[in-house]
Structure formats: C-alpha cells, structure tokens
C-alpha cells in the first residue's frame, strides 16, 4: 500500500503510470484524461489496492491540483473582459442551465424515479468538467478563440450556480433562506476578496519591484494569497473553487499578472495529473464503508444506458441553446457549435454532487448514485474528443436549426457623455462604503474561526477581528469620506455661484 512506501516513489510511480496511460489513450484519439482516470482507477482498490481514496498524499495533491488549476484560469480571464459580456453571458449561462436540468429531470421522473433523484441528474447534466474543458482549451491554444471564452465563461457561472444548488441539496428539508444567505454571503466574498487582493497585492508588487525581488518571488506571494483566499472561502460556506477564482481574477488586474501565469503553467499541468487520478481511485469505493462495491452486470449495463441517454441529451440541450440564443450573444454559427462542443464533458463536479447526493437520498436510489456518476463522466468523456473532431458535420447538424440574431439598431452620435463630477463622488461614496460593509460581513462570518492568539486578555477574538476589518477596510472607508468631502465642497461651489 500507498502508506508503506516512501512518498517520493509513490509520486513516481503514480506519475510514470498516469504518464503512460494517457499517451497510450491519446493515441486511440481520446482525451489523455480518460487515461490519468483509468491509472487512478487500477492503482486503487479495484486492482493494485497500491493507492486509495482515503490516502493524504491522494487527497492532498488532487485538492492541490483543482486549485492550480482555477487560480490559473482566474488569472488567464481578464475581469475587464469577462465584466464586459458578463450580462450577456450570464443570461445564455441561465437558459443553458434552465434547459439541461429540465430535460435530464423530465427523463428520470419518466423512468419512474423519485423527484429528488432527478433533480440530482439534472444538476449534474450542466456540471461541464472545467478541469477537462480549461486543460483542453490550453493545450489546443485555444483561449483566444470567442467560443472557448464564451465557454469558459459560461462553466465559470454555471460552477457558481452549481455551488448555490448544491447547498441547496445539503439543506434539503432544513430551514428556509439558507440558500439566499449562501448567495448573500457569496457576493460579499467576492467584493471583499477582490479588492483586498488586488490592492494589497499592488502594493507588495510595487514594494518587491523596488527592492529587487524577481517575478518567482511574486508568484511564490500569489500563490500563497491564492491559497488563503480558497480556505476562507471554505470557512463561510463557499467552495474552494471559488475562492481561488475570485483570488486569480484580483491578481490578473496587476501588472504581474501574465509573469504569474507563465510561472504556474507547469504545476497546472503537474498537479492536475494527481487530481485525475485521485478521482479514479473513488471509483466504485464506499466511503463510508471504506470499501470496494462493485455492481453486478445487469446494473452495470442498465446504468451504461441510462448514462448514454442522459449525456446525449445533454450535449443535444447546450447544442439547441447554443445555436438558437448565441447568435443574440455575438455568437455564428461556427462558434455556437464549438462552444456547445466545449461543454459537453462531465467532471469534477458531479463527483462533489454525488457525494452528497449519497446523503439524502434514500433505498434503491442511494447505491445508484455514485456508478451514475461515474458513468455519465466517463460517457461524455470519450464522445468529447471525436465530437470534437467531427465539428463541421455537428455544425451542418446545427444549421438545421434557427438562429435567433442580434439586430443594430444605428445609435446616433451625440458626443462623448461625461458623467457629472457630483455624481462621481456619489458613486464613488456608495461603492466604497458597500466596500466597507462586505469587509464587515466577511469579519462576522470568519468570527468563529478567527484565532485569539492566546493573548490573557478579555475579548481577544473580538479585537482580532476589529483589528482585521479596521486593516482591510480603512482604504475604502477613506475614500467614501473623500468622495463626501468633494461632494459637499462640489455642490457648495453650485451654492456660490448661484447667489452671485
């Protein structure tokens, strides 16, 4: 076993394995994941037994890998650009998911299962792997083509929304408004942990550049930064995946942000090669057992085809939304088939809902979940790369479909409107003061879990949090008082000049 073996040979053993498989799979025209899956599922416990689930070392760098790899895509996504379309996007992201989950519920509510079962599935038709997808789009060069932005955007939303209904699945039958508190907490995450990196890292860079530090020092900072942020997100609720979004997104807006980039290309492609692999020790492994459960054949078959139904009509539901609604989002035709493409294999995130899942739901349903799973991944897994290949005949396909289209209505040229300097600084003041609020809200929620440093004084946690905000808050509270200050002062200049 993995534990009676020094950690440097297991390291090497499992890389040289993974290495191999994927080479031999790629060669067959597959996506080389399906092999760093298929070298995680024989060096677990169905085969070897030299690896399993419960191992740190398996645990430890698969987590690491999925971080790397979200940080690295919030960094490769510029906020500027993605704030840009995020409207739009947001709303094709909304119908895509609308259309997915109804058709994969509708399926299963027909074979007879119960509604919660179907539900389930029908989440998990929209969870598009991000790691597969992101890994796919790098090594094909194709981050500047519109639909794998589009695509990209569309996973990063969807991943967010997944995340509000999957907490929503763990408070199935609990009290009411948890799911809006999740959302709440959320949004005051996000603008807490932006604009605490983004300025907090402007200053670190401005003070290495002046002392001499190289770019590693500053993505060796970056990561570290990236690392805090994913665990505080854990400690209110949210994923991980989120946090190290949002930390990735504050750092592309720096100018060290495309060295930070190169610099974490190799442990992307490093650690997500653990990632794979340690989802395929999960593989048919009960947890809560810690043990190997394997179907008979008949449920295997049965689950093969229930699983080929629910992918086909996945990727069917994105290629309908695509081709109809993209072209209302500047998307043609060729995009639209592309981008539907890109988000057709399953991953990641299906597993994190099918653990869960295997919570609540009860009898038959409960030993189903996990081998679904399983199966709608790999399914969609192997018709991603020869649907891939095969674009063209899926884009006559989608011609066949209408397409509804953005029409420019000619806006006439008025001159560059420039917003009034009073109406600045009340934007200006209301930004930061809502600024100053998250960073409040974010204090409360981490007030459990903040140290009191052992320090003999009465309310220790209380001025270490008061401490926190004060740090982080005192920039924009700052800046809303200026804005005030330039407010009053402006409209106090309007006064004079209107007695005089």
């Known amino acids: 076993m993995a534990t009676e073996i020094l950690p440097l040979t297991t390291i090497g053993v499992i890389i040289l394995i993974a290495l191999s498989l994927s080479i031999f799979v790629k060669r067959l025209g597959q996506n080389e994941v399906i092999g760093f899956i298929l070298a995680g599922f024989l060096l677990g416990p169905f085969w070897l037994n030299f690896l399993r689930p419960t191992d740190p070392l398996v645990g430890g760098f698969a987590e690491l890998g999925l971080f790397v790899l979200l940080f690295y895509l919030g960094i490769e996504l510029s906020l500027k650009e993605f704030l840009k379309s995020g409207s739009a996007i947001f709303v094709l992201a909304l119908i895509d998911m609308a259309l997915t989950i109804s058709v ?19 989440i998990m038709m929209f969870s598009t792997s991000t790691a597969i997808v992101a890994k796919f789009i790098f090594d094909r060069n194709l981050i500047e083509n ?36 999740l959302a709440m907490s959320a949004l005051v995450f996000a603008v807490a942990a932006f604009y605490a990196v983004n300025h907090l890292t402007k200053v670190v860079e401005a003070w290495m550049k002046n002392n001499g530090y190289g770019h590693t020092t500053v993505t060796l900072y970056a990561l570290g930064v990236g690392l805090i942020v994913a665990t505080l997100a854990s400690l209110v609720g949210l994923s991980t995946a989120i946090g190290a979004y949002f930390a ?99 991953g990641e995130f299906v597993v994190i809902i099918a653990t869960v899942a295997g919570g609540i739901i009860a009898g038959v349903e409960a030993r189903l979940v996990s081998p679904l799973a399983f199966m709608l991944i790999l399914i969609t897994v192997i018709i991603f790369q020869p649907l891939y290949n095969r674009r063209s005949l899926h884009q006559r396909l989608l011609s066949l479909l209408p397409q ?44 459990n879990d903040l140290p009191g440093f052992g320090v003999p004084i009465i309310y ?34 309007h006064r004079t000049l209107a007695t005089v």
Request: aromatic content about 14%; hydrophobic content about 55%; charged content about 15%.
């Open 460 to 493: 220790s946690r209380q001025v270490t949090a008061f401490i926190l905000f004060a740090f982080f808050a005192s920039v924009p509270f700052y800046r809303a008082m200026r804005a005030v200050k330039r407010l009053f002062k402006e409209l106090k200049g």
């Open 404 to 447: 509804l289209s953005r029409h420019e209505k000619p806006v006439k040229q008025l001159g560059k409107q420039e917003t009034p300097y009073a109406v600045q600084q009340v934007e200006g003041f209301a930004f930061n003061l809502f600024v100053v609020v998250c960073f409040a809200w974010v204090a409360v929620l981490l007030y």
């Open 248 to 346: 990735g997104f504050a750092l592309s807006e720096t100018d060290s942000g495309a060295r930070i980039k190169r610099d974490v290309e190799f442990l992307r492609d490093f650690f997500l090669v653990f990632f794979f692999v340690g989802f395929g020790t999960t593989l048919f492994f009960d947890m809560a057992g810690n043990a190997l459960v394997l179907p008979s054949l008949d449920e295997i078959l049965s689950m093969a085809g229930l699983a080929l139904v629910l992918g086909l009509s996945a990727m069917a539901a994105h290629s309908i939304v695509l081709r109809i609604f993209g072209g209302l989002f500047g998307l043609g035709g060729e995009d639209s088939s592309l981008a539907a493409i890109l988000l057709s294999p399953l």
């Open 104 to 122: 994969g519920t509708a399926i299963l509510l027909f074979l007879g299962h119960s509604l919660l079962f179907a539900a389930v599935f029908g």
């Open 146 to 181: 519109n639909a794998a932005k589009v695509s990209l955007a569309i996973l990063i939303l969807q991943d967010f929304l997944g995340i509000l209904l999957l907490v929503f699945l763990t408070s199935f039958s609990s009290e009411q408004g948890s799911v809006l508190g």
